[in-house]
């Protein structure tokens, strides 16, 4: 239902949604729910669009009396439908419900390719680990909304009065404000009655550490076979994947691994989740294809298996154990519904007493920000130089060694010709060097899947974690600011200081789970490099010896001449 409102601030549109208003000019707005802090209406002027929900104020009329009440609207207001306002001719922004509830969803009669992605977001930049954000919307009967004095719920400032809450951020492309962690900070995520899950980050001697999951586990993915169902009309490759805290297998496909990953995605607002190893439209049942989205598989659930945080997450552990079908759909549904996501996941951190001086923290978040930069540019420059490699192996170093070797049987051919004067045992020492030099390249030619590929595999995995780095910091960047911006404001008088103490207090939540993952990423990055560069140099040595062993036994050939 459309109400009038009147604009107490004049706005100025930056984007093709947001339409222009003026400080006292008369608006109608279409749905009184804000989303993330947005009104979406009309001007004096006829224009449709976007525009911040704290600077109007709607026209209530009472319903006994003509006379009209006047009410600052929160900005952020909580409603009770997660669908966006109706479109108009000028606004292509949506609020995207992540999942599709039907039950032709749980049919399964979709192959790789065609899954259905479970995050979606319409053409926007992707937020922190690249989901779209999420609207701390909720039907759940646990959440009770923090009710505010009414002078504390108005976000802009009024020379009428001192308390005030800090300005939005009214970038709505922002991760900080689309992963729902800006509402966090000021404090208007509703406090849940009953938080079923926690964790902990604890002070390690080099700062926060997510602290270690009580029971760890491994898990092994194996045996990609191709599957068939509906006589043959859908075909795919089932995986069985192993626990070893059950040691009971479950069967899973492509599909399931993406709803996983984008469960996470949703939930684990400040936790780089990797990327899953690429979708591909054709030669998806190539042998090499398959061993190689198997190998990326493996990687990606070692790293998830290793996350103290991740790896106890009731959906990642419903996707290990769950074995019926009856029982998977159930405990899919139950994940999606999940309420403790995005903004909310903050509420189940418990940080550490320990006091933390926020411009210290600020300075190592940047310092880690460059050194994930360069790490980023190092790792995009190891791959480029690998996979240059591999080709030259499959082609180049292949071909020059057959060329060699020809060009030796070529000789001993040569010699042949004139059988009088010929050695048998030269020719024959000759020609064995020329197949020798063939097999060489041979060697070469298969040496990548022993070596390379697993070293690609490794900086792939790397490359998707470093991706999500920028927009996680961003979180925290956005949080310092808020900080100082309501400290400023409490200076002035414009806010309480006890309001402004609690956007603090958030912002170190913040900063210690920024952190706790850093540290993470730190521990494991030192463990898998030093596990790829072994692999490497023992394969190459290993490669190098067999080579080394092919040209003994055929120097050999020439002693007893």
Not at 126 to 139: K, M
Not at 168 to 195: C, H, Q, T, W, Y
Not at 376 to 394: G, P, Y
Not at 525 to 535: H, P, S
Request: contains cysteine; negative net charge.
């Amino acid at each position: 239902m459309s109400v009038k409102a009147k604009a107490i601030y004049t706005f100025l549109s930056e984007n093709k949604e947001e339409i222009s208003i003026q400080e006292k000019e008369e608006l109608v707005i279409f749905d009184q729910n804000s989303v993330d802090g947005w009104f979406q209406g009309e001007n004096s002027r006829g224009e449709r669009g976007l525009f911040p929900a704290s600077y109007v104020e709607i026209l209530r009329t009472r319903s006994n009396s003509n006379v009209t009440d006047c009410s600052i609207s929160p900005a952020g207001s909580l409603g009770n439908d997660s669908s966006y306002f109706p479109s108009t001719p000028n606004t292509s922004l949506h609020l995207q419900q992540s999942y599709n509830h039907d039950d032709d969803d749980d049919d399964d009669d979709w192959d790789d390719w065609d899954d259905r992605s479970t995050v979606v977001d319409d053409g926007d930049r992707p937020g922190a680990n690249g989901h779209a954000h999420q609207s701390p919307l909720s039907n759940n009967p646990n959440v009770h909304y923090r009710a505010k004095p009414y002078m504390e719920r108005q976000d802009s400032i009024s020379s009428s009065r001192k308390g005030s809450m800090v300005g939005r951020n009214l970038n709505r492309f922002s991760s900080f404000v689309r992963s729902g962690v800006e509402a966090f900070v000021l404090g208007d995520v509703p406090m849940m009655a009953k938080i079923a899950e926690s964790y902990t980050i604890e002070m390690g001697p080099l700062g926060p550490l997510w602290k270690e999951s009580p029971q760890p586990f491994s898990c092994s993915i194996e045996d990609p076979t191709k599957q068939t169902k509906f006589k043959g009309i859908k075909t795919y490759i089932s995986y069985r994947v192993t626990p070893s805290h059950t040691g009971n297998p479950v069967y899973r496909r492509y599909k399931h691994f993406d709803w996983l990953y984008n469960r996470l995605l949703h939930k684990f607002t400040v936790i780089s989740v990797p990327h899953l190893p690429e979708k591909q439209a054709t030669g998806r049942f190539e042998e090499d294809f398959i061993e190689k989205r198997k190998r990326r598989l493996v990687l990606w659930m070692n790293h998830m298996t290793s996350h103290p945080v991740l790896s106890q997450y009731e959906g990642f552990e419903h996707f290990l154990m769950c074995g019926d079908d009856k029982q998977w759909k159930l405990g899919k549904r139950r994940a999606e519904k999940d309420e403790m996501v995005g903004a909310h996941f903050m509420l189940t951190l418990q940080i550490p007493t320990e006091h933390q001086d926020l411009q210290d923290v600020e300075e190592r978040i940047d310092t880690f920000k460059f050194f994930a930069k360069k790490m980023d540019d190092s790792v995009m420059q190891l791959t480029h130089v690998a996979s240059e490699l591999v080709r030259k192996h499959l082609g180049g170093f292949r071909k020059e060694f057959q060329r060699l070797g020809n060009s030796f049987q070529s000789v001993s051919q040569a010699f042949m010709l004139d059988p009088p004067q010929s050695s048998e045992a030269l020719n024959k020492a000759i020609s064995h060097t020329g197949r020798t030099y063939e097999n060489i390249g041979e060697m070469f030619a298969e040496q990548p899947k022993y070596d390379l590929f697993l070293m690609l595999d490794k900086l792939s995995l790397y490359q998707g974690l470093l991706a999500n780095f920028p927009d996680i910091i961003h979180l925290q960047k956005g949080a310092f600011a808020k900080v100082k911006e309501s400290q400023r404001m409490s200076d002035e008088g414009k806010m309480d200081q006890d309001e402004a103490d609690g956007i603090r207090k958030r912002c170190r939540t913040v900063g210690f789970a920024l952190q706790a993952e850093m540290s993470h990423f730190h521990r494991q990055r030192e463990v898998d490099f030093k596990d790829m560069m072994q692999a490497y140099l023992t394969e190459q040595i290993a490669f190098y010896q067999r080579v080394v062993q092919q040209l003994e036994r055929t120097l050999r050939m020439y002693d007893c001449l």
